[in-house]
């Protein structure tokens, strides 16, 4: 398993030695600023077609008085070339401030003693080589000497991982099935940090809501309060690989129909309802969460086979947005506790897309995908893609 790399930067910021009032400095100030960390490095996954960096920033302000962000850049520290270059609202847009209470529109400003971080997924053409290092330079303003100083913090460099995304088999037969997930969105998967055993954790940064549709776009028959009438509800949910069973829990019962209106929190203990656990091999561990009560077929320690029944979907513990298969990978055991890993499917067919997570939500057919479009191998799927797994006849769909 590859060590989280931290780069533990109180950024030394050069400010150029000026003559002031028949007096000159011998030396350049060196100010505290800024701690910047990369909590996981990034492994290449290949996403919708290209390779994509999906990793944070963590910035904590060290000094005594607000600053505020105002550019991003990163670059190919070996080559020097720019592969991301961020500023204002499109900075503004990548931050989350976890634990704090701001604006969407002021995440830029970081309050003294208070932490962002930079969400990124820097998508690379085919052309531009995958860096084996990144360099994350830094524009801020800060209160410096009762005087604004426009400062630059250059974070040094960081590894990028040189292993290979785990190549899985369908975690279900057929389709459509929606792959709902939005990086962006507050409280989603991708934003989620979990500090657990003394370590801020995204163990989800790859994670998929699977969702079953229908040709005619509905996720449900009928009455959709009622976890019964979902086309879902009850769907075989396979091992994506030869593999052990690491955990085995089915003990949560579901309600039959969704709640709604307010609820009081779910522990975390029982955010994933039932759940199976799966040793892949190589400290990679898949996840299946929200499976329905007294469904599972497997137990602790079993060693099964890729295609196996696990279980059935259903919609146990938190789950937000009803019957659906959660799936994600992990470095380690522990559904909390582990940094999410990318991981790609052997083949899947795009028939079509949601625009985003809310039109899926709000009832909107899915767009028919392009005619060029259709099978994938060896990648995964782009956020709110329609598709078929391979089990199912392979043939355009488009909601009717």
């Known amino acids: 398993m590859t060590n989280p790399v931290r780069l533990a930067v109180l950024a030394a910021l ?16 060196i100010i505290s600023v800024v701690d910047v960390q990369v909590g996981s490095p ?3 996954v290949r996403i919708a077609g290209k390779r994509h960096l999906v990793y944070e920033l963590h910035i904590t302000n060290f000094t005594l008085s607000e600053i505020t962000l105002t550019r991003l850049e990163v670059l190919d520290a070996n080559r020097g070339t720019t592969l991301g270059d961020f500023r204002d609202t499109d900075l503004n847009d990548r931050l989350g401030r976890p634990g704090a209470a701001v604006d969407a529109d002021q995440k830029r400003a970081i309050a003294a003693g208070m932490r962002a971080v930079v969400y990124l997924s820097l998508a690379l053409d085919d052309a531009v080589p995958t860096p084996s290092r990144l360099q994350h330079k830094l524009e801020l303003d800060m209160i ?10 250059d974070a040094g460099a960081s590894e990028v991982g040189s292993r290979r995304p785990i190549v899985l088999n369908p975690p279900l037969r057929g389709g ?11 409280g989603g998967h991708r934003t989620a940090i979990y500090a657990v055993n003394g370590r801020a954790r995204i163990p989800a940064r790859f994670a998929i809501d699977w969702v079953r549709l229908e040709t005619d776009g509905t996720h449900s028959r009928g009455d959709d309060s009622q976890i019964a009438n979902w086309h879902g509800y ?34 975390l203990e029982n955010v994933s ?53 959660h799936f994600h990978v992990g470095d380690a055991p522990s559904e909390l506790a582990s940094e999410g890993l990318p991981y790609v499917f052997r083949s899947f067919d795009v028939i079509g897309a949601f625009d985003r997570i809310d039109a899926f939500a709000a009832g909107t057919l899915w767009q028919p995908a392009p005619t060029a479009g259709g099978l994938r ?16 006849t392979r043939k355009r769909l488009a909601p009717e």
Not at 249 to 264: I, N, Q, T, Y
Not at 273 to 293: P, T
Not at 377 to 392: G, M, R
């Open 377 to 392: 191998s060896n990648e995964l799927p782009a956020p709110n893609t329609v598709i078929l797994f391979p089990t199912a």
């Open 42 to 44: 990034p492994i290449p």
């Open 234 to 267: 009850a769907a075989e949910v396979l091992a994506v690989a030869d593999a052990i069973v690491v955990e085995a829990m089915d003990d949560m019962a579901e309600a039959p129909s969704l709640a709604r209106g307010s609820h009081a929190p779910i522990p």
């Open 144 to 153: 410096h000497a009762s005087r604004r100083l426009s400062t630059l913090v």
């Open 273 to 325: 309802g039932n759940f199976v656990c799966l040793d892949l091999g190589g400290g990679q561990y898949a996840f299946y969460e929200h499976l329905k009560h007294g469904s599972l077929r497997v137990k602790s320690g079993e060693r099964v086979k890729s295609g196996q029944v696990l279980g059935l979907l259903g919609n146990s513990g938190g789950s937000s947005s009803g019957p659906h298969l």
């Open 176 to 186: 459509p099935w929606v792959a709902l997930y939005d990086p962006s969105m507050a």
């Open 14 to 29: 050069m400010v150029i030695a000026t003559s002031h009032g028949g007096w000159s400095q011998s030396r350049s100030p």
